[in-house]
DNA sequence: TCTTGACCTCAACTTAACTTGAGGAATTAT
DNA sequence: ATAATTCCTCAAGTTAAGTTGAGGTCAAGA
């Protein structure tokens, strides 16, 4: 459908970048929610190269699907979203952005202080200590110390 | 063997907080390299916590562990590393973490200033160009124009 | 009109990073 | 000495995030 204000699978895969089996996949995870035509197909809002372009990002600083899809449930469903609704969403989200960049930050120079420090009494290392339960959520050994799967915290 | 200079696979298990499976399995991937008892049980260096302590933090850098075992190759592999050693292997890999912040740090100024522009034209949003095929690597959509398995480019 | 390219669904495969379990041997504790 | 732990190997299961392919429908251009 060229030159219509929504846009085929096939068109929002060109302008996103994506493949299209990987956002047919994304709308089973529901981070978009394409309508159908009478004959089955899918189409999409333009907004929706913006929502597409945010799951890139925040996959790019490590956030998962589902912490991805919780962000943007923030977002109107129905509607396109408005300047509003996105400013809104991503002051939300810079928070976890800035927790996120302050922990690696805090990481960094942990380890430039310690790793390199010799010390053998691991007791009171630095580096030793930070890798914490409490510090590890999304990746790292997987069923850490009661960290089971069903610990359901999103975000 | 308690009071030994070696580790038993529980001892280092309850040392790191690593389960005694994912020793196991980094054993395979290469991370460290237990000799062995008569009887084939593995036996540790007290080196090899620190490892295993720089393993966690890499991955929580979001390292995969293959960039980990790379990077980790630059260590000695038959004695226990060095201060020395520690320092100037921990100097190269500060400009990973360094670089990957800066992204980080940029990425979110990006978003701070596009996210919320509501500008309909996508061609000059920042925050749409910005997840070209140049950043994005280690997570998202995986076989993303051309980036194809056998892209083997570790680190 | 007809055919070629875009779409559709659904099931199965892939990779990374581990975990779980079966079946058996070696240590440690009582 | 015997029971309870810990350890061993190897195969198979698990989750996330997609990809691939088969079999079939729909639409747009020559």
Redesign the interface.
């Known amino acids: 459908m060229k030159g219509t204000d929504t846009l085929s699978i096939g068109e929002l895969a060109e302008?996103t970048?994506?493949?299209v089996s990987?956002i047919r996949f994304y709308e089973t995870k529901g981070l978009v929610a394409p309508v159908r035509t009478e004959s089955g197909q899918r189409r999409f809002m333009?907004a929706d190269?913006?929502r597409l372009?945010?799951v890139?990002?925040a996959?790019?600083?490590?956030f998962s699907i589902s912490e991805i899809a919780a962000q943007m449930e923030k977002l109107p469903d129905n509607r396109a979203p408005?300047?509003a609704d996105?400013?809104r969403m991503?002051r939300d989200?810079?928070k976890h952005?800035?927790a996120?960049?302050e922990?690696?930050?805090a990481?960094?120079d942990k380890?430039?202080g310690c790793?390199?420090?010799?010390c053998?009494s691991?007791k009171k290392?630095q580096?030793?200590n930070?890798?914490d339960?409490a510090?590890?959520h999304g990746?790292?050994?997987r069923?850490?110390?009661g960290d089971r799967p069903d610990a359901s915290d999103e975000l």
């Not at 790793?115 to 010799?118: A, Q, R, V």
């Open positions: 302008r970048g994506l493949a990987a333009r190269i913006r372009s945010f890139l990002v996959q790019e600083f490590g408005t300047k996105w400013t991503s989200f810079r952005l800035d996120k960049i922990g690696l930050v990481l960094r380890l430039d790793i390199g420090c010799g053998l691991m290392c580096l030793y930070a890798g339960a510090n590890r990746r790292g050994p069923y850490l110390m």
